[in-house]
């Protein structure tokens, strides 16, 4: 099951800069300053609601969902991209758009570019955690194709939220000084649209893979590798004749499969040949929770 440290710490960042960003807002009037307060706001929803999906996620399987409550992780991660791109996204847009023609003039701009730089120090700091934790379980997996194929779900949002706001505070120091020096309150309503854009494609991307999750995706290919080298090691096992595998969430899959014993087995001793099979699978995959063998002479 997933470890929630990683959640923990960017909700303590984001409950901090939230604080910050707002007074420096306020300060300032700027809109840029405005969209990111908001953003973050947003973001200390969505880790308690990425929290409450981790907690519903690790409810023991019942007569109702015998095969457990993992994917409702993947639901609350699904929740948290839409209120990203809602919440977050179209909001600092449409605020953009109306400073947009209603410009007005950016105040106590060291005030803003202070509180800005805190909050830049601190998201990247989150951020690099995320990096660290992403590092660690993908091994030598590339990021980008660890970030498409991996089923932590709650990290890739998290991740996704702190890379999002590390470039929306760096958009909204360029738009607070270029509207300070042109003295055109227009450059900081392009730099609120320009945040609203980044956190509508972070979510878009985000929404997109813990789709599949929530549908039910294949579980990762190391573990039907192993599935398929423990079948050729299996003396009572001539052939597997089909392989299915899906994620129940983070740490839990459940696999299926046909395989061809060898003849002259007995009723008794296919059943002691299949229950040794599935308790060596699991012993060397745990993550395997349910398995699933059915003999068969298909050809």
Known sequence: MSDTKHVYQSLAVNLAITAAKGVAAVFTGSGALLAETLHTASDCANQLLLLLGINRAK?????????????????????????????????????????????????NVWLGLGILAFSLALEGWA???????????????????????????DLIVVFGENAAAVLGLVLAMLAVVVSWQTHDGRWDAVGSILIGLVLIGVAIFLGTEVKSLLIGERADPSIERSVRARVEADANIEQLLKLISVQQGPGEVMVAMKVRLRDGLSGHAVVEAINDFEASLKKERPDIRWCFVEPDHSA
């Open 127 to 153: 951020l690099w955690g995320n990096v660290q934790e992403m590092k660690q379980r993908r091994g030598a997996e590339p990021l980008m194709s660890y970030l498409r194929t991996t089923k932590d779900s």
């Open 59 to 107: 409810k023991a399987p019942d007569d109702l969902h015998p095969l457990g409550y993992g994917r409702a992780l993947y639901f609350w991660s699904f929740i948290v991209a839409l209120l990203l791109f809602s919440g977050g996204g179209v909001f600092s847009v449409y605020e953009g758009v109306h400073k947009f023609g209603a410009p007005e003039a950016v105040e």
